[in-house]
């Protein structure tokens, strides 16, 4: 294999073309490198800032600015917060992380990338409003209520029941379940069944946003409280007399999370660099992805924390323990994109049923959502979804529990050295089932996509106990 030869890239093209600032100093501290982005962050032009000593730009000391930092230390200095102002008066705020430049052991200078602190917010923040915005969202910020919820289970019964009865309290609710059981769908739904639905529903993604950044976001920044601070409303201001949800509530730094508990026991948040305080009367909800008392145990959240925010659990089972729902989310699903993309398909074959049957949905509801859309731009017209029209993921899925069970033809000694004889059987098979898809069930013409000789592709038809003649695509079937 070719080896890349890096003193042939121009990688100063590379850095110009970024859409984060960088600058590189030399180890005396002498720009020798400026980007356009940074010049705009800075509103300085680029060919004046080459070849300045990086003091004479900014109102900065050794242990202030980031590069010099960096120099003196020799250590890289990662997603940290900095207000400043130029030598020419203009105020920044960015998040930028410095790495120092080494050759032959010896330091020669930094490079430090930076962010625009409002924009790189405006960004987080936006995120979700132009999803829900592009799927109709209300004007409280939500589209789901609970008759959205398909739902017969038991277990799922149970937990619309606690989350209805719980929805008009001011007790905080914490909703816990695997990804794409929903938990945001409930989240809305609570908010919606509450006295607070006319005023806003606000999500944070609490894994989403930088550590650095969160705070700003949740509690607000305060002017004046420190050289171009911006007196801005936090979130939990915004969601004032409204709800606030903090999916993913494990994902915040321990450090934020005692601030959190006092802002939950004291119902009042202060912005950051500000004495003041704001009366809150906001309903918190929170999410987590495993059981709570296995992220207490894991260091992740603090056990106080829960105790606050999970006064009311409501547990969301995942779909490989609701299985006979099945039925009824797969026609919504198949009547909203029969909708969305003009067909006419009534159901699924017998055989996409059984195999939907014997599948784990490690994706729970939203894969199966996602398994429908996708099978539903491949039926060109068919009225029935088969096997041909899934997706290959769900094979190679489905198939590496088959694998494990009696597929590999290896004995269980093999199959415990490693899971090295495991992938490869896992994607072979994945291989193999693509190939019949895309030929229709024709093992002649799969072979031939595949490169081998028919006889090799039906021994290994054999090997997997793959049946071709599921991949034909007949109405009857």
Same mark, same amino acid.
Request: proline share 4%; aromatic share 6%; hydrophobic share 40%.
């Given at each position: 294999?070719?080896? =890349?030869?890096?003193?042939?890239?121009?990688?100063?093209?590379?850095?110009?073309? !970024?859409?984060?600032?960088?600058?590189?100093?030399?180890?005396?501290?002498?720009?020798?490198?400026?980007?356009?982005?940074?010049?705009?962050?800075?509103?300085?032009?680029?060919?004046?800032?080459?070849?300045?000593?990086?003091?004479?730009?900014?109102?900065?000391?050794?242990?202030?600015?980031?590069?010099?930092?960096?120099?003196?230390?020799?250590?890289?200095?990662?997603?940290?917060?900095?207000?400043?102002?130029?030598?020419?008066?203009?105020?920044?705020?960015?998040?930028?992380?410095?790495?120092?430049?080494?050759?032959?052991?010896?330091?020669?200078?930094?490079?430090?990338?930076?962010?625009?602190?409002?924009?790189?917010?405006?960004?987080?923040?936006?995120?979700?409003?132009?999803?829900?915005?592009?799927?109709?969202?209300?004007?409280?910020?939500?589209?789901?209520?609970?008759?959205?919820?398909?739902?017969?289970?038991?277990?799922?019964?149970?937990?619309?029941?606690?989350?209805?009865?719980?929805?008009?309290?001011?007790?905080?609710?914490?909703?816990?379940?695997?990804?794409?059981?929903?938990?945001?769908?409930?989240? #809305?739904? =609570?908010?919606?069944?509450?006295?607070?639905?006319?005023?806003?529903?606000?999500?944070?993604?609490?894994?989403?946003?930088?550590?650095?950044?969160?705070?700003?976001?949740?509690?607000?920044?305060?002017?004046?409280?420190?050289?171009?601070?911006?007196?801005?409303?936090?979130?939990?201001? #915004?969601?004032?007399?409204?709800?606030?949800?903090?999916?993913?509530?494990?994902?915040?730094?321990?450090?934020?999370?005692?601030?959190?508990?006092?802002?939950?026991?004291?119902?009042?948040?202060?912005?950051?660099?500000?004495?003041?305080?704001?009366?809150?009367?906001?309903?918190?909800?929170?999410?987590?992805?495993?059981?709570?008392?296995?992220?207490?145990?894991?260091?992740?959240?603090?056990?106080?924390?829960?105790?606050?925010?999970?006064?009311?659990?409501?547990?969301?089972?995942?779909?490989?323990?609701?299985?006979?729902?099945?039925?009824?989310?797969?026609?919504?699903?198949?009547?909203?994109?029969?909708?969305?993309?003009?067909?006419?398909?009534?159901?699924?074959?017998?055989?996409?049923?059984?195999?939907?049957?014997?599948?784990?949905?490690?994706?729970?509801?939203?894969?199966?959502?996602?398994?429908?859309?996708?099978? !539903?731009?491949?039926?060109?017209?068919?009225?029935?979804?088969?096997?041909?029209?899934?997706?290959?993921?769900?094979?190679?899925?489905?198939?590496?529990?088959?694998?494990?069970?009696?597929?590999?033809?290896?004995?269980?000694?093999?199959?415990?050295?490693?899971?090295?004889?495991?992938? #490869?059987?896992?994607?072979?098979?994945?291989?193999?089932?693509?190939?019949?898809?895309?030929?229709?069930?024709?093992?002649?013409?799969?072979?031939?996509?595949?490169?081998?000789?028919? #006889?090799?592709?039906?021994?290994?038809?054999?090997?997997?106990?793959?049946?071709?003649?599921?991949?034909?695509?007949?109405?009857?079937?």
């Amino acid at each position: 294999m070719d080896r =890349i030869n890096f003193e042939d890239i121009d990688i100063y093209s590379v850095l110009s073309s !970024m859409h984060e600032g960088v600058v590189i100093a030399d180890i005396s501290g002498k720009v020798i490198f400026f980007n356009q982005t940074q010049g705009q962050i800075e509103d300085i032009d680029p060919k004046d800032a080459v070849g300045q000593k990086i003091l004479d730009i900014y109102q900065l000391a050794d242990d202030t600015s980031p590069i010099m930092r960096c120099l003196i230390s020799g250590e890289p200095i990662i997603n940290e917060t900095l207000v400043y102002r130029t030598r020419l008066g203009r105020v920044c705020n960015i998040l930028f992380s410095v790495f120092p430049l080494y050759k032959n052991g010896h330091l020669i200078g930094a490079i430090n990338f930076s962010k625009e602190y409002q924009l790189l917010e405006k960004v987080i923040l936006s995120q979700s409003s132009t999803v829900n915005s592009v799927q109709k969202k209300s004007r409280n910020g939500t589209r789901f209520s609970f008759k959205d919820i398909i739902a017969s289970d038991t277990k799922m019964c149970n937990a619309i029941r606690i989350a209805r009865m719980s929805a008009g309290s001011p007790s905080p609710i914490m909703i816990s379940g695997e990804t794409g059981t929903g938990k945001e769908l409930f989240a #809305q739904s =609570i908010h919606n069944h509450s006295p607070r639905k006319k005023k806003l529903f606000i999500p944070v993604n609490c894994a989403a946003i930088p550590e650095n950044l969160l705070e700003g976001i949740l509690f607000g920044t305060s002017r004046g409280s420190f050289t171009g601070a911006i007196d801005k409303p936090g979130l939990f201001e #915004q969601a004032n007399g409204g709800t606030i949800f903090l999916d993913e509530l494990d994902a915040m730094p321990l450090t934020l999370q005692a601030k959190l508990l006092r802002v939950i026991q004291e119902k009042k948040v202060r912005k950051l660099g500000s004495l003041k305080e704001i009366d809150l009367d906001v309903k918190i909800l929170s999410s987590v992805g495993l059981p709570p008392l296995k992220i207490i145990q894991n260091g992740s959240l603090r056990m106080d924390l829960f105790y606050r925010m999970g006064v009311v659990s409501v547990l969301l089972p995942p779909l490989r323990e609701r299985k006979g729902e099945l039925d009824t989310l797969i026609r919504s699903f198949i009547v909203k994109y029969n909708q969305a993309l003009g067909e006419n398909v009534k159901t699924v074959s017998p055989r996409v049923a059984q195999l939907f049957a014997g599948y784990d949905w490690p994706g729970n509801v939203r894969e199966l959502e996602h398994i429908i859309e996708a099978s !539903m731009n491949m039926v060109g017209g068919a009225s029935l979804i088969h096997l041909a029209h899934l997706p290959p993921h769900i094979f190679s899925f489905a198939g590496k529990e088959r694998t494990g069970v009696r597929g590999t033809g290896c004995n269980n000694k093999a199959e415990s050295a490693g899971s090295l004889l495991e992938t #490869q059987a896992s994607n072979e098979m994945e291989m193999i089932m693509t190939a019949l898809s895309r030929a229709r069930g024709n093992a002649a013409r799969a072979a031939r996509r595949l490169g081998i000789s028919p #006889q090799s592709f039906h021994y290994k038809l054999k090997k997997y106990s793959i049946n071709r003649k599921d991949f034909i695509v007949k109405e009857s079937v």
